[in-house]
């Protein structure tokens, strides 16, 4: 597209190259997301407004809209509606109706076409209708580059930012741009926009631009421009001085100065306020009547509630417009900048801004035709709540609900019904607050807003006649069971039982949902095989009703109660045929959920690899469907623990900085949980600590999930035993152990812990013989070896595990000869860090025996291993165990000369260990059975040498280190 804005378009030059730029880039089919910041009045509209006329007479076909300052009554997804109509009227019906055959939620989004469209009833009808949205624009692309322009993001509503998300993540391969304007002075802290800017610069194609204040130089270009001649220099100081660069004010300021007015001296707000007073009076009525609004407002509203005639109406108007207050927008008018609004709006008397809304009110009430009917009801609510009217608010609150729950915008729903009941109290002849309650706390389910929803279950649980109205109190008893499970209180089966009495037995919806939350909580309760077996019977309905969203949540649940039972390869079969069903059928939240539990299952049995592929399609799916900062959090987590598993630490701290900033609650405990044992691995106690009492605080005290109470208390322990605090650790392990699971998915967890304690004990038995101290009373070996003795090893990690609970148990008495093997055991696992954990105690067992060769060489290699990972604990025991051997000084310098030849090498100490064993005449496997190490690895080693010292065979590496004397002796 043309790069050259009209001469008259001051500064802003590179901001509108990058999106020019954008726009080309678009065109040839990488879509793009360009977020424009700045301060009200910096120009950010000007550019964009600039930008948009050249983007259409290049071609391309533009959209826009904005978000509206509204408080609770707004409008879900307002800005899109208004895009979305903006293109009913440039493309016409027909051939709209023909870009959306097989899209039936999108047609929700166009109420002129009049096309059926279902109502979202579950978490998953606003993900389908995103993602229809985002099928649409492929569509529009198809054709021609599609522009779309969103601004004042600050003001928009969960949704909208939820899509916008969506479309950032999800548009591959389309000539797509999204703009979207946002004033940077309205992010106070804690505003929603701020992490969703966050998470969202992250995704590949999005930029930001944040434009400042103009310049000296450009203050001036600009006067030049507002007043046609050149002003006098004192001038320009003057205003820039006043203005400090902002292009609006710089305006206003030049507008002063042109009036004739002697003083600058005066506020900006003043001055803003002053120029509507100087106009006349039926002028500054139509400007308060456009400021009580919240957005643009149409001429025929404006005719409709000033009930002027149309003349006088007209000279008020253009008397506003000339004075640079007010501008004609389409059919109606707006402010020329929000800043004058706002000044406007703040000078209301409080009875001004009580009759003013009256009027609109009335005037709607009168003539609905004047708003499109998806906007009546919020803009009614908004009108009769500022006058004060509860009764006439009530019923517009309520349709307002209506048609965001037709958005599938849950959470907008949940507010206005939240707002429903507290005026219900007040005027009870106006609604039912029975129905309101039911409502709302399905609203609130839907929302995520569990806290608030499960207090919402229960009040109307409570006015619900359960004999004569089954179905309903079925359907919250299971979403009662549904909250607990999820906020994870452990009283969550009784009321899950009562529901399935309550429904009558055969094939229905409700039976097939209230069971498969009971499998769920049941479960979680500890009777897997109850849950695998109630679960069962959910898929079975599910498969003879055809519902598949159903059948993608009961086999979910099935796989769970299965990987608890112990029966793994079961478990992921089953995580996988729900996956696949999920993705095949465009669920979701199905495939958010599927992805969280069969990572979980990979991790357990370490297939780490596996997992990382898994929950990186689930974070994908989360982002998609507005989950990242629930289920995305658990994704996040899962990928997290992978990731450390395998020693990528970098990449499991980076996973945790892209976690949404706005996670909180349960969701957010795991991820500390996993930042305090990445902190504490790297040696940061006081990190690790901090972590540890967040994850705690979290998950608070009535918190019942084994999944995170269980590591919380591994790491508390493990704090407590680098700062030798041994009985709060024995504590903490006791009480942990006594819910402990002995099978199933969580016995990681479980051998965890175990090899925790039994850490624990041996360092209590080093203190007794090191210090004199008596035996303490509460040694947890009895209890430790009979819990080990019911789990299962028959997994890598698990083998890996119990290998090294063996070794730690008989180091309570006598060095283990055992470490060996749990390095080995560890290495086949996958798991460097603990591998190199068990190498290190082997050199411990290697200094007890005064066998000090073997303990450097196995100190070299942790220390290598340990560097490379970051483990600063690790790194600084085997500081601390090489000053400990004390070697011979002949020993001593025969190893600085060692260390001399094989630096000039080039070789690495485990390389120089290798050699040196290949010298002496070893074997691959022999030489993996002495340095701890697999065969594969060793042979890998060997290749490496032969390369670094020039030679093809492995007596030739022998002659050259017997030549150069590298291992004298």
């Not at 009525?285 to 001429?299: C, D, G, K, N, T």
């Not at 507005?626 to 970098?650: E, H, P």
């Not at 004390?886 to 000039?904: G, V, Y």
């Amino acid at each position: 597209m043309d790069r050259t804005p009209a001469r008259s378009f001051i500064g802003r030059r590179r901001e509108y190259e990058r999106l020019a730029t954008a726009l080309d880039q678009t065109a040839g089919g990488r879509p793009q997301v360009v977020l424009v910041g700045g301060e009200a009045g910096v120009g950010k509209t000007r550019l964009v407004e600039r930008f948009t006329d050249a983007a259409e007479d290049s071609g391309a076909l533009v959209l826009s809209g904005a978000c509206v300052e509204s408080g609770l009554e707004g409008l879900p997804l307002a800005p899109i509606i208004t895009a979305l109509r903006g293109l009913v009227r440039g493309l016409g019906v027909d051939r709209l109706v023909s870009l959306l055959p097989s899209l039936p939620e999108l047609a929700q989004l166009f109420p002129e076409l009049l096309l059926p469209g279902p109502t979202g009833e579950t978490p998953a009808g606003q993900a389908r209708l995103f993602h229809q949205f985002a099928v649409f624009v492929e569509r529009l692309g198809a054709e021609r580059p599609v522009v779309l322009l969103i601004e004042d993001l600050h003001w928009a509503d969960r949704s909208t930012r939820a899509l916008l998300d969506v479309l950032a993540r999800s548009l591959r391969g389309t000539r797509a741009l999204i703009v979207a304007t946002y004033r940077t002075d309205n992010l106070f802290r804690g505003h929603p926009l701020r992490p969703f800017l966050a998470e969202l610069n992250r995704v590949e194609g999005v930029q930001r631009i944040e434009l400042g204040r103009f310049t000296h130089a450009e203050t001036a270009e600009l006067m030049t421009s507002a007043l046609g001649t050149e002003p006098p220099p004192a001038l320009v100081d003057r205003i820039f001085e006043r203005s400090g660069g902002n292009a609006f004010f710089v305006e206003e300021l030049v507008r002063v100065w042109r009036s004739g007015m002697s003083s600058l001296d005066d506020s900006l707000r003043d001055l803003l306020v002053s120029r509507v007073e100087r106009l006349p009076e039926p002028a500054q009525r139509v400007i308060r009547l456009v400021a009580i609004e919240r957005s643009r407002v149409s001429h025929q509203v404006v005719a409709a509630v000033a009930a002027m005639p149309d003349e006088a109406l007209l000279d008020a108007l253009r008397s506003a417009i000339d004075a640079y207050v007010l501008a004609a927008d389409g059919d109606g008018y707006d402010f020329r900048h929000a800043l004058v609004r706002e000044a406007v709006f703040d000078e209301f008397l409080p009875g001004e801004r009580i009759r003013l809304h009256r009027a609109y009110a009335l005037a709607l009430e009168g003539r609905p035709e004047l708003l499109p009917p998806e906007h009546l009801p919020s803009s009614l609510a908004y009108h009769w709540a500022g006058a004060g009217e509860p009764t006439r608010e009530l019923p517009a609150l309520l349709r307002a609900a209506a048609v965001a729950k037709g958005l599938s915008a849950h959470v907008e729903q949940y507010q206005l019904l939240r707002r429903a009941l507290d005026l219900s109290a007040h005027v009870p002849e106006a609604a039912d607050r029975h129905e309101l309650e039911y409502e709302a706390a399905h609203a609130a389910w839907l929302a995520g807003e569990h806290e608030e929803g499960l207090v919402l279950t229960e009040q109307a649980l409570a006015n619900v006649d359960r004999a004569r109205q089954p179905e309903r109190a079925a359907l919250l008893l299971a979403r009662r069971g549904r909250l607990l499970l999820r906020l994870g209180h452990a009283d969550a089966v009784p009321a899950l039982e009562e529901a399935v009495r309550l429904v009558p037995t055969g094939t229905s919806v409700t039976r097939g949902t209230v069971l498969e939350i009971l499998g769920s909580a049941l479960t979680t309760r500890g009777d897997a095989a109850a849950g695998s077996r109630v679960s069962g019977e959910a898929v079975r309905i599910a498969r003879a009703l055809g519902d598949d969203e159903l059948q993608v949540a009961a086999l979910t649940t099935q796989g769970t109660a299965l990987a608890y039972d112990g029966r793994h390869e079961d478990a992921v079969t089953v995580f996988e045929a729900a996956r696949v069903l999920a993705k095949s059928r465009n669920d979701l939240p199905g495939l958010t959920r599927a992805c969280v539990n069969l990572s979980v299952q990979l991790w357990a049995v370490g297939l780490y690899a596996e997992a990382v592929t898994v929950t990186r399609e689930g974070l994908d799916a989360a982002h998609k469907s507005g989950l990242s900062a629930t289920l995305g959090a658990f994704l996040t987590a899962n990928l997290g623990m992978a990731l450390f598993s395998m020693g990528r630490w970098a990449d499991a701290a980076a996973a945790m900085e892209a976690s949404e900033e706005n996670v909180s609650g349960v969701f957010v405990a795991y991820l500390h949980l996993l930042r305090g044992d990445l902190a504490l691995a790297r040696g940061d106690l006081a990190a690790a600590k901090r972590y540890l009492g967040l994850a705690a605080g979290e998950f608070g005290p009535d918190f019942g999930h084994e999944d995170g109470l269980l590591p919380m208390a591994r790491l508390d322990a493990e704090i407590a035993l680098r700062e030798d605090r041994i009985d709060h650790a024995r504590q903490v392990l006791a009480r942990a152990l006594d819910a402990a699971p002995e099978r199933g998915q969580l016995v990681v967890h479980t051998w965890a812990l175990v090899t925790t304690g039994a850490m624990v004990e041996v360092r209590a038995r080093t203190r007794l013989r090191a210090f004199a101290e008596s035996h303490a009373a509460g040694s947890l070996t009895e209890v430790l070896s009979a819990v080990a003795a019911r789990l299962p090893a028959d997994t890598p990690p698990w083998h890996a595990y119990a290998a090294q609970f063996a070794a730690e148990m008989d180091s309570l008495e006598t060095t283990s000869p055992a470490w060996h093997e749990v390095v080995t055991a560890w290495e086949k696992a996958g798991n460097p860090h603990l591998a190199c954990h068990a190498r290190v105690r082997a050199a411990e067992a290697a200094i007890a025996l005064r066998d000090n060769r073997t303990a450097r060489a196995l100190l070299a290699s942790a220390a290598e291993e340990a560097g490379a990972l970051g483990a600063g604990f690790l790194q600084e025991e085997i500081d601390a165990l090489a000053r400990s051997v004390r070697l011979p000084a002949s020993d001593a310098s025969e190893a600085a000369e060692e260390t001399r030849k094989i630096d000039m090498l080039g070789l690495t100490p485990r390389e120089a260990e290798v050699l040196r064993l290949l010298t002496d005449g070893h074997s691959n496997r022999e030489i993996g059975a002495r340095l701890f190490i697999t065969e594969k690895t060793a042979s890998v080693h060997v290749s490496r040498i032969l390369a670094k010292l020039g030679v093809t065979s492995r007596g030739e590496a022998a002659a050259t280190a017997h030549r150069l004397r590298l291992f004298g002796g």
